[in-house]
Nanobody, 122 residues
Framework: VQLQASGGGLVQAGGSLRLSCAASGLPLRNYNMAWFRQAPGKGREYAAAISWRDSIYYSDSVKGRFTISRDSAKTTIYLQMNSLKPEDTAVYYC?????????????????WGQGTLVTVSS
């Protein structure tokens, strides 16, 4: 089982990035998927989630700026990030949970990608 996150980079404040998370060996259609992020010196923070039924949830810190989605084949999830702010700078991780409800707790996620770094300059 492998989750491969990509798409991070350096962007100016106000800019956009699109992160991708591709799964191998894992039927994403059966899992709730989420994006977490970890800023330097801080704990891992929940950002957004999409349920196995395609219900969507966001943390207050990203709501209205980020969009989580899943491709029709349900093998890849995305995080479109707009209006980026310097405080969005973090390593972003995708994760999969086999629970039947969507959780914002990192402990409830079974599989993790390796992380992709997003740096937003002011």
């Amino acid at each position: 089982v492998q989750l491969q996150a990509s798409g991070g980079g350096l962007v100016q404040a106000g800019g956009s990035l699109r992160l991708s998370c591709a799964a191998s060996g894992l039927p994403l259609r059966n899992y709730n998927m989420a994006w977490f992020r970890q800023a330097p010196g801080k704990g891992r923070e929940y950002a957004a989630a999409i349920s196995w039924r395609d219900s969507i949830y966001y943390s207050d810190s990203v709501k209205g700026r980020f969009t989580i989605s899943r491709d029709s084949a349900k093998t890849t999830i995305y995080l479109q990030m707009n209006s980026l702010k310097p405080e969005d700078t973090a390593v972003y991780y995708c994760a999969a949970s086999g629970l039947r409800y969507v959780s914002s707790r990192s402990d409830d996620y079974d599989y993790w990608g390796q992380g992709t770094l997003v740096t937003v300059s002011s």
